[in-house]
């Protein structure tokens, strides 16, 4: 069955420092991968996707992930942190049926 | 740039209550899902729905829901009788020509449950 683990919780970095939120998941097969992000009263919106292709991934605002089938991992980093980032971060897999399976969330926090 | 719409964004409801709520897909997209996420826990799959029927539903999913596309603009979630632990917020999405494709998500609505 598929889970996805996301490793903290919370993460707190000051602007202007790199970004790593952590993301490991279990598949029985080649998953797809995502990020989505949520601001606060806001939607759920696509940050990057993965889908055996290049295994580097770029998304939008500057925000990248590696996928490593041998780590299971699939971790979201970003060189610099903007206060702007501030939000909820969703790692999430699908195997190629109708649902997406939800990490619980990492809350990015961002210090001046 | 299209995005996905969904009304109301609050709902307050009686418990025994039936709510619906709508979401107006995507213009061209062709699968439609409902999620939900009771505060503090994960976002959880409820269905999904292609070619005016049920594709895939989830346990959460069940006789006090329902899914409609009544027109070709719209798509509902009714819950027939409502009940406390049905407070939650609840996102509908949408994805282009197949199941693989990128679901997008609307704002959602958060249902509160009296």
């Known amino acids: 069955a598929q889970s996805v683990t996301q490793l903290d919780s919370h993460v707190s970095v000051s602007e202007g420092t790199p970004v790593l939120l952590r993301c490991n998941y279990s598949s029985s097969y080649s998953p797809s991968l995502f990020w989505y992000v949520q601001h606060p009263n806001k939607g759920l919106q696509l940050l990057l996707k993965?889908?055996?292709?290049a295994t580097l991934v770029k998304g939008i605002n500057g925000f990248e992930a590696e996928f490593k089938k041998s780590e299971t991992s699939f971790h979201l980093t970003k060189p610099s942190a903007h206060m702007s980032d501030a939000a909820e971060y969703f790692c999430?897999?699908?195997?190629?049926?109708?649902?997406?399976?939800w990490g619980a969330g990492t809350k990015l926090i961002i210090k001046p | 740039e299209p995005e996905v719409t969904q009304t109301p964004s609050h709902q307050v409801t009686q418990m025994g209550q039936e709510v619906i709520l709508r979401c107006v897909p995507i213009?061209?997209?062709?699968?439609f899902y409902w999620y939900r996420q009771i505060l503090g826990q994960k976002v959880e799959f409820l269905v999904s729905f292609y070619n005016n029927e049920i594709s895939e539903k989830s346990e959460i999913f069940d006789d006090q829901f329902s899914v409609e596309r009544p027109d070709g603009s719209n798509f509902t979630l009714k819950i027939r009788s409502t009940k406390l632990e049905d407070s939650a917020m609840y996102f509908c999405?949408?994805?282009?020509?197949?199941?693989?494709?990128?679901?997008?998500f609307g704002p959602g609505t958060r249902l509160l449950v009296l």
């Open positions: 999430v897999v699908s195997e190629g049926n109708y649902q997406l399976i």
């Open positions: 993965y889908t055996s292709a």
């Open positions: 999405a949408s994805s282009g020509q197949g199941w693989e494709e990128t679901q997008y």
């Open positions: 213009s061209n997209h062709l699968y």
